[in-house]
């Protein structure tokens, strides 16, 4: 393992690339204490309690390690602490917090994408009578789950979002639609169904939960959940004006995407992430945002198709320069949406162009 390997933190990090700082583990990351300290992992984390202390002096007891072992990691402790204690004492206490979470408001906004507009469905038109249903709507998707989640200071919903926005839209009201984590709830689906009459248009928050997508397991799959694909079925059956908005953090399959007219992904995004989402579904800005991953049709397009997953605890990467976009051009595989696409509620085109020979 890397952390306890002589080579990488020795050989390579400290003799040839002159490293003289102190290396930290990643969560968990440590395997043996006592050979990591020998060989070059100065901090353990996260705070390993009693056993590891007992582990290192029963290292040096039983001559496993040297006591120099334990001096040299240590001195690259103290030597961060010391070196870093002036900045940490100088270090502001308070922000602006509202400055803060305007400008991830901002970030989100220019994060979100486009993916379909049929017949200019959005922005959201005034006096439009609007239902809005979707688990999503009032507990925001809008970071990951594991080591990523942090402490947002203030969250938005896109529910609270849509009811204090001015441009004129009709809020007619909201239904949770599903069930969170893919469990078949008929009353939810039926109380969908009935609000998505009263609409001029639905906005439909669908994604993955943080049971779906999370640090620390695979994906078993690039699906939504089946009931919330039930729940888009039924409700473009009773309304054909479906604005789908998707929180997830990485790519799904999309063969539901003709019941829908418009289409957007949020992403992730973050604590001002549903109010970044309501200034594009009202027009207050237009969207800009490109995918940053190519979307395949379905999982069985993919480059990994044969090794994702793997057998015991080993997934072998046998795409090799294939990745991605390059796959899908090279082998010609149709996708859902291309690496870099992104609509816009802007139209244009091009014409009579030319170029010379040195464009």
């Known amino acids: 393992y890397a952390n306890e390997n002589a080579h990488l933190l020795q050989d390579i990090l400290r003799k040839d690339w002159g490293f003289d700082g102190a290396v930290v583990t990643d969560w968990g990351g440590s395997n043996d204490h006592a050979l990591?300290?020998?060989?070059?992992?100065?901090?353990?984390?996260?705070?390993?309690?009693g056993d590891s202390i007992r582990e290192l002096m029963k290292a040096v007891q039983d001559g496993k390690i040297s006591e120099a072992d334990v001096d040299a990691r240590l001195d690259e402790m103290l030597e961060l602490v010391l070196s870093t204690h002036a900045a940490v004492e100088k270090a502001p206490r308070t922000f602006d917090a509202a400055a803060h979470h305007k400008l991830a408001r901002r970030a989100a906004a220019e994060s979100i994408v486009l993916l379909r507009n049929e017949g200019g469905i959005l922005p959201l038109k005034p006096n439009e009578k609007l239902a809005v249903i979707g688990d999503f709507a009032e507990t925001p998707r809008y970071q990951g789950a594991g080591s990523s989640a942090v402490n947002a200071l203030q969250v938005d919903t896109l529910l609270d979002s849509i009811k204090a926005d001015d441009s004129g839209i009709t809020f007619v009201g909201y239904a949770s639609g599903f069930e969170r984590q893919g469990a078949a709830d008929a009353e939810k689906l039926e109380e969908a169904v009935a609000l998505a009459k009263k609409a001029d248009t639905v906005l439909l928050c669908l994604g993955l939960d943080e049971l779906r997508e999370s640090e620390g397991l695979d994906r078993a799959d690039m699906k939504l959940a089946e009931n919330q694909q039930q729940l888009l079925a039924a409700v473009a059956?009773?309304?054909?004006?479906?604005?789908?908005?998707?929180?997830?953090?990485?790519?799904?399959?999309?063969?539901?995407?003709?019941?829908?007219?418009?289409?957007?992904?949020?992403?992730?995004?973050?604590?001002?992430?549903?109010g970044a989402a309501a200034d594009i579904l009202t027009g207050r800005l237009c969207p800009c945002g490109k995918l940053s991953q190519t979307w395949a049709q379905a999982h069985d397009d993919t480059p990994a198709k044969a090794n994702f997953g793997g057998e015991g605890r080993n997934v072998e990467y046998r795409e090799g320069l294939y990745v991605g976009y390059r796959y899908y051009q090279t082998a010609g595989v149709p996708v859902a949406f291309p690496f870099g696409y992104g609509l816009s509620y802007t139209t244009f085109e091009y014409s009579d162009l030319k170029a010379d020979e040195k464009g």
Not at 38 to 48: A, D, F, I, R
């Open 36 to 49: 990591g300290v020998k060989n070059g992992s100065t901090l353990e984390m996260p705070c390993p309690g």
């Open 237 to 274: 059956a009773v309304n054909p004006n479906v604005v789908v908005l998707l929180s997830a953090g990485a790519p799904v399959e999309t063969p539901w995407v003709g019941q829908c007219r418009a289409l957007v992904y949020g992403a992730l995004g973050g604590q001002a992430g549903a």
